[in-house]
């Protein structure tokens, strides 16, 4: 059995076996460990809950090669309407204007996982599966892991994949920087009175924001965002009570909520590590910055720090050099310092001041919707910013594939 690796993954979810069919066609030696079977019930990265994926993040899937297969589960966002309750004003964003297929897509996540599973199976990734990685121990040229089974791995560069509580970016002594919003996701997919035709709504609220995300068989994909004190009373609703209690916090701009699914919440806080390498390590994904949902950036910024550390690999590949070096993590390091500067900024503003019920800023709030829906450039730039278009630096982000040799 292999135990020596050129690149050890750690974490199966979405970012993990993203990267792993991302790189699969290099040729180098690639292995995935992952801490549950695919489709376990205790895998949360592929349940029935739907993802946002920008049209930017499309882009990187093709160059990825799966997007052939995934474009045929989603479903595509044609327009987005930005709105404050209780104020005049509002931005509306169209894939017409923008002169793109759609703005973003919606996917439900057992979907994603089943089609990079797919691909990975048929792939020269070694997957290891249920395991974990107990240890890790700095060798002269590599890394030696240890998992929970006991089988001993060795590698020139270990990428930590495994969530916002990473075991590997604590081992490797990554620190973080955290802010607690005090604030809780409720989570469901919705039926609607009214067909959404393609539309996802940005509703902030005092509370927080509420998201609809246009899905199939005219669901919609809901992110209520509201306070830490609110959600017990939130969840002891009956269904019909939670589906009035969301209309009177939404609106009815798609008529009343006729239907809704099982209910989810997770907290929410901003988490950043204060670098993303260390001696052989990268760090990506939720591992590397966990975000407030609003606006919908936690998966794409994944995708965009997959399209960048995949290409610095097969840069270091096409030249013959070790692909776990300082270099190498250097440059990778360099190249994602403004795009998740950006993003962490974009989410965390849109939180701080939407999330406040100040007269004065309500008005200043309405004043500046109003000014991005008139302001061509302004909303060029929100659209740019929501569509994952403002780095495009990798060839997978360009839609490419990841070296042409390989393609």
């Known amino acids: 059995m292999q135990t020596a690796f050129d690149v050890l993954i750690v974490g199966g979810g979405m970012v993990g076996a ?22 376990a019930p205790q895998q949360p990265a592929y349940d029935d809950r739907a993802i946002a994926l920008s049209y930017g993040s499309s882009l990187i899937l093709q160059g990825m090669g799966v997007w052939s297969d995934l474009r045929r589960v989603t479903t595509p966002i044609e327009r987005i309407h930005v709105s404050d309750r209780g104020h005049f004003g509002a931005t509306r964003i ?9 703005l973003g897509y919606l996917v ?4 994603y996982g089943q089609v990079l599973q797919n691909v990975l199976e048929t792939s020269g990734v070694r997957l290891i599966q249920p395991a974990q990685l107990e240890s890790i121990e700095v060798q002269t040229d590599c890394l030696s892991a240890r998992t929970t089974q006991g089988t001993e791995l060795t590698t020139r560069l270990l990428v930590a994949c495994d969530g916002a509580h990473s075991k590997v970016r604590t081992m490797v ?19 609607t009175e009214k067909p959404h035709c393609n ?11 509420i998201a609809l995300l246009p899905m199939s068989e005219n669901r919609s994909s809901l992110v209520w965002t509201m306070h830490t004190n609110q959600l017990e009373a939130t969840l002891q609703l009956s269904d019909e009570d939670f589906l009035k209690a969301l209309g009177e916090a939404f609106g009815y701009r798609l008529g009343r909520f006729t239907k809704t699914g099982q ?46 550390l995949a290409g610095q690999i097969a840069n270091a590949t096409l030249s013959q050099q070790d692909v776990g070096a300082d270099t190498v993590l250097a440059a990778y390091e360099a190249q994602r310092k403004a795009d998740t500067a950006r993003t962490i900024r974009y989410t965390h503003s849109l939180v701080t001041l939407f999330s406040n019920d100040q007269f004065l800023l309500g008005h200043a709030r309405a004043v500046s919707l ?6 061509s450039p302004l909303r060029q730039l929100l659209a740019r910013q929501s569509m994952g278009l403002l780095h495009r630096q990798s060839r997978l982000a360009r839609g490419l594939p990841l070296v042409k040799e390989y393609s």
């Open 199 to 209: 539309q996802a709504f940005e509703r902030f609220t005092e509370q927080g924001p």
């Open 18 to 39: 993203s990267l792993a069919v991302a790189l699969k066609d290099l040729p180098l030696s690639v292995c995935l460990v992952e801490a549950y079977p695919f489709a």
């Open 108 to 111: 439900q996540s057992r979907n």
């Open 263 to 308: 209910r989810s919440t997770f907290p929410l806080q901003l988490t950043s590590a204060k670098q993303l390498t260390s001696h052989r390590v990268a760090v990506i994904g939720n591992a590397a910055h966990t975000l407030h949902p609003v606006a919908g950036q936690g998966l794409n910024l994944a995708l965009r720090d997959i399209a960048d």
């Open 173 to 191: 002594g990554i620190e973080t920087d955290q802010h607690d919003y005090g604030q809780v996701a409720v989570i469901a997919n919705i039926s």
């Open 94 to 102: 169209t894939a017409k204007k923008q002169q793109v297929p759609a």
């Open 370 to 375: 109003m000014a991005m829906d008139r302001l």
